[in-house]
């Protein structure tokens, strides 16, 4: 079957850095998504990965390594609008995108 | 910003009745999706779309239908409401490209009593 997990809650520090872990198992790969969903909110595009490497935008960075089946987010200089849950979604060889249950992370000041 | 809209925000109904989740947006996107999502749960796919005059079923199984005859207005219809269709409906559109992200609308925020 095809899976994504993600840890289901983080908590760091308000100034921090901290990364968040996505690890897929899914029949093909056609990229992977981050979303930032505030609660009772939708959820927002934060970045697509396609190839192996970093994408850097502002604070946020993304990660991909296909061949562990394996990504991160990594938030610098943690706000408090920060406090989110975060989730990971990849798009299989059918181009269908598989979501994971999302992390929450929670930031304290 | 996003132009994708969905109504109701909130609504309780009783068990039974007809309800319709209404979908607009207007950026022309050919794609348009309809997800289930409840607290602290993954997205599931209830209905997609293409284009106009197709659609198709999702991963999840559901009592609900989708039309998509105008490319901006896919609306969501359950004909008989049950507790269990209590959930936010999230509704979403995208690019014709394989790779185009997700614009999600606002969600509706469905009870069932």
């Known amino acids: 079957g095809q899976n994504i997990d993600q840890p289901t809650e983080m908590t760091a520090t308000e100034g921090a850095i901290v990364q968040i872990n996505c690890t897929y198992q899914?029949?093909?790969?056609?990229?992977l998504f981050w979303y930032q969903q505030h609660a009772g909110e939708a959820p927002t595009f934060l970045s697509y990965n396609v190839l192996d490497g970093l994408e850097e935008k502002g604070r946020f960075s993304s990660f991909l390594s296909r061949s562990k089946g394996y990504s991160y987010l990594l938030l610098k200089e943690l706000q408090m609008k920060d406090s989110a849950s975060y989730l990971c979604a990849v798009t299989d060889s059918n181009y269908q995108l598989i979501w994971g249950a999302g992390t929450k992370l929670i930031i304290k000041p | 910003e996003a132009d994708i809209y969905q109504t109701p925000r909130y609504l309780v109904i009783g068990t039974g009745k007809k309800i319709t989740l209404e979908c607009s947006q207007t950026m022309g996107h050919d794609k348009m999706y309809w997800y289930q999502q409840d607290p602290g749960m993954e997205l599931h796919l209830i209905h997609y779309?293409?284009?106009?005059?197709?659609?198709e079923k999702g991963d999840l199984s559901s009592e609900s239908t989708v039309s998509r005859i105008r490319t901006e207005h896919f609306p969501l219809t359950l004909e008989s409401a049950r507790p269990s269709h209590t959930s936010q409906y999230l509704c979403?559109?995208?690019?014709?490209?394989?790779?185009?992200?997700?614009?999600f609308g606002e969600g509706s925020r469905l009870t069932v009593l």
């Open positions: 779309s293409y284009g106009v005059n197709s659609t």
């Open positions: 899914t029949s093909g790969f056609n990229g």
């Open positions: 979403a559109s995208s690019e014709g490209t394989e790779t185009g992200e997700l614009f």
